[in-house]
Structure formats: C-alpha cells, structure tokens
C-alpha cells in the first residue's frame, strides 16, 4: 500500500538510481500508435490519482526498460557539448559582470543590487554543478569531475558532499527515513516525521508553514556547514582532499574580494543580501520537486518508473522557467533520466508525459505559484497533524 503524502509513512524499499538499476531491456519496444489523451491533474485530483497508480500492478523493471528504449532511439540522452559551453561561458560572464560592478560602483544601494545579482549567479553555477555531478555534461567522466571541482571552488559547496546526498536522493524519493533533502530537523514532511520529533521541536514545526521561506536565507550556510561535517566525519569521495580545500580556498577569496573592494561595513551587508539571496533562490527551486507528493510506505512494490513519477512534481515549463529553474522544473524527467543533459528535457517531457498517459500513471504539472501553496498547505497539515486528524505522541 502507498500513503497519500499527508499520512503517516515510513521506510520505503531502498530503491536504485538508473545508474545502477537493473532492468530488462529484452522486450520487444514500439511505440503506441495512436495517441491517449493525457489527463490533466490539479491539487484536489492529485492525491487519488497518485494512490491508485501506485496500488496499480505493474512489472517493476518493463515499464522503465521500455521508455528506456524509446528515448534513447529519439537521441535524448546524446550530450549537448555547444549548449554547455554556452551556458558556462554566459554565467561565467555574469559573474565578471558582478565583479566589476563592486570595482567601480561607489554606491552602497548599488553594491546591495549587485549582491541580489550575484545570488542568482551563484545559484545558475549551481545548476552547472548539479548537471556535471550527474554526468550531463560529457561523456568524459574526468572533464564532469573537474567541472564540478570548478564549482566546488566558485560557490564553496562541497562536491563529493553533495553527489553523496544526492545519490541517496535519487535513490529513495520522499522516503521519510532514507531521503536525505527531507531529512531537516527544524521541519517534518509526513506525520511519521512530526510524532518522532522531541516535544521543543514540535512546537517549533508547528510553525513551519509560516517560517519555511525565512528558513531559506540560511540554506547556503546550512549546505557549507554539512560540507565541512561531511569532511569531519571522514566521509568518503574521490577528492576527499582536494574539496575541502577548495572550500577553504572559496571562504578566504571571497572574504578578501568583499572586504577589499567594498570595505567592513558595505561588505558584511553585501555578503548578508548576498547569501540570504542565493539560499532562498536555490530553496525555492528545489521545493517544488517532491514536497506534498506522494510519500512510499516501507516495502512497496513500485518500480523504478512510479517510483520516480509518483514522488514528483514538474514545473510548467518556458522561456523563464526553463532558466530560472536551471531544468529542474523538469524534475520528472530528470529524475527518470539523471545522465540526460538539461537541453534535452524539454524534448523528452512530451514522449515520457505520453508514455504515462498510456498506462494511466499520473504525470503532475503545475505552475510555480501553485506549487509553493501546495507546499505550504502540507508544510501546515504535517506541522499540525492534530488538527486533521493524525495521533500526536
């Protein structure tokens, strides 16, 4: 049986990312020759929908195997080397702009706008990081590696952190007790969650709803510090000294830039809008992928498919959100897909969306907006479990 999100769930099957997944690729694959209508799904349609796929019986590896085949004979997952030069030429050329800006701007209001920029910047470098620790970029490994130790340098992330995290992510979506992007003391995604909180702590997640985008200013510092713990802890990566190194490297070059161009007191406003900027702009990117969707219970049966498909949520997709959200606004695609470059998403969402139709498994997209109120509205549910009817312990 699976859970609709706003009830109480527990550990899923530990799943595995298509890198590692095992499918079988032998059945014989044509596409559909006519066309299903696909079902258009709201806030109020979803939750039904997204139970009765995942209760649906369906072969846990032919489903996957055969969109597998129909999108790579469509030439979706080949790489797009000439988009990424562009895309790491044109954000490296932003941030050259925002740095010269703090070189010849005299006004505090401007440098404070130029901080807001630059929050943005950092976070289009961070898309660049994610797509090279997925592999998308080239099908060199070695040139992925030294790309993401680029970024690791320019935004202080650490990469063999976050491929970590994110690895596990992909692996067990919304899993409650697996899933590390929902693993965050201070808020509870399901009821589960909420009952296994200290009594402080659930005071506090009372209040999530209301505190949930403030919260976002400090992700840039929270994903730094889980860096330097993630070196602490002796975890293990392929440049496990070279990355916090590169971390340190980042701290002292962006201290002495801000503070010799600008000065203590301009610079410590610049590095508060600075940051708070980038946090919230990365956050609120990357909440509207799973929050509020479907949560697996311990030991389900879905396989890789519905799995990936049930727990997320795209973004309507066009020219701004197609930049603004780095292609994460195609998190079903990615998800199912992770190697495929982001210049291809677009093109893959219409076979995958059609795929779904066919086997009536519910594809849910949604705009931005709407996406942040259905987060909040379940942030609000999961925060006062007592109020719809849950047990609190």
Known sequence: MITKPNRDSGRSAKQVVESTATVEATAVVTPASTSVAVPRYNSKNIGEALRKAANAPASASSEYAELKKIIKAQGLMDKRPLYYVFKITSTLAMLGTGIAVMVLADSVWIHLLNAVFLGLVFTQFGYLGHDAGHRQISENGTRNEVIGLVINFLI????????????????????????????????????????????????????QAFYFFPLLMLEGLGIRLAGIQFTLRGGKSRYSALEPALMVAYGVTYLAVVFFLLGPVAGLLFIAVHQAVFGVYMGSVFAPNHKGMLMPEKGNKLGFLRLQVLTTRNVKPGLFNDFWFGGLNYQIEHHLFPTMPRKNLGRAQSVIKQFCAEREIPFYETSAMQSYKEILAYLHECGNPAKSGASVS
């Open 156 to 207: 202080g992330i650490h990469r063999g952190w976050w491929v970590d995290q994110h690895n596990i992510h992909h692996s067990n979506p919304n899993d409650d007790e697996e899933d590390p992007h929902i693993a965050i003391p201070v808020l509870a995604f399901s009821h589960s969650q909420y009952e296994k909180k200290p009594l402080f702590l659930k005071r506090i997640v009372r209040f």
